[in-house]
């Protein structure tokens, strides 16, 4: 089972377009939506729900009013500034968490008197398993204000691979977050190839120098995809040439094209429409070498479907 994820140093440069088209070329994929903080992959593809999942993760604390004895204890020890106060409805003052300053480190809970704060987990949002024209999808949504985007991330790709294990599926393919924080790091440990989507921009270049060398980290095959590469050609060969420099491969280049646009607001993939940077797409699909594994799956089937004849 191959697994590609499609990262992108900074936001908005196409990464999101590229994996929907992507999951059309491919031949039963599992397409995977790791940007759970700003999630858009179901726009194009408009996935149809099958599972629903809550996702819980880390701990948050909970004043008991009729507990508390407004000590203030919990207000001294926390270091975040998550205890306040005000005025409840009898006119007297209680002490209350403010969820969104709350670090759920337990402390106040520790060291209450009156034993009067719970500390439950918390409900950080949802995972899905969906079905989808091109293939099973599994996304998430991440809460608002809420952390732990990493850990989701994990999860989504669990759940990817396992669904990919399962119904014997060759390919999953990975829309990952940008930029390269924890959710990308999370997006991109165990891949079998990453592809880093870029612009022809000095916050582009900068931006992917950065994400190649989390991929070297990692030990992980990169190839690079320059977006619009006609609106800054020598930005393009510069970028380019340091890619190749730091070990990468150049996969190919998209050029700018309104379609994008035209394609998203009729909900569909770029190489689902008659548009110039489909044709880009192709030939960047065909320069990954998954075909290859396309046209392997293919005969695999055809060998056990003629077993089963036998």
Not at 42 to 67: C, M, N, Q, T, W
Request: glycine share 8%.
């Amino acid at each position: 089972m191959k697994e590609l994820v499609i990262i992108s140093g900074k936001g908005g440069t196409g990464k999101t377009s590229v994996t929907a088209s992507f999951a059309v070329l491919a031949n039963r994929p599992v397409i995977c939506d790791c940007d759970v903080d700003a999630a858009d992959l179901h726009l194009v593809l408009e996935p149809s729900i099958r599972e629903r999942h809550e996702f819980e993760s880390g701990y948050e604390a909970i004043i008991r009013p009729a507990d508390c004895t407004a000590c203030g204890v919990c207000a001294e020890l926390c270091r975040f500034g998550a205890v306040k106060t005000r005025q409840n409805n009898k006119g007297s003052m209680e002490y209350f968490i403010d969820h969104v300053s709350c670090e759920g480190c337990g402390v106040c809970v520790r060291f209450c008197p009156a034993e009067a704060i719970d500390f439950p987990e918390c409900h950080c949002g949802q995972w899905f398993i969906s079905d989808t024209r091109c293939g099973p999808m599994v996304h998430a949504r991440l809460g608002i204000a809420a952390e732990n985007s990493g850990k989701l991330v994990s999860t989504v790709r669990r759940e990817a691979r396992q669904l990919a294990e399962k119904e014997d599926y060759k390919i999953v393919i990975v829309d990952g977050p940008p930029g390269i924080g924890c959710p990308v790091i999370a997006s991109l440990t165990g891949a079998t190839q990453v592809l880093i989507v870029t612009e022809p921009t000095v916050s582009g270049e900068h931006d992917l120098e950065r994400v190649l060398s989390l991929a070297r980290h990692f030990q992980i095959p990169a190839s690079i995809c320059v977006n619009k590469w006609d609106i800054n050609q020598e930005m393009t060969a510069r970028i380019e040439e340091k890619a190749v420099a730091r070990g990468a491969k150049i996969a190919g280049r998209i050029c700018y094209d309104s379609a994008v646009t035209r394609a998203q607001i009729q909900q569909k993939a770029v190489v689902e429409i008659d548009a110039p940077s489909a044709d880009d797409i192709r030939q960047l699909w065909n320069n990954l070498h998954l075909q290859e594994v396309q046209k392997k799956s293919k005969k695999e089937d055809k060998k056990i479907g003629k077993q089963e004849n036998m």
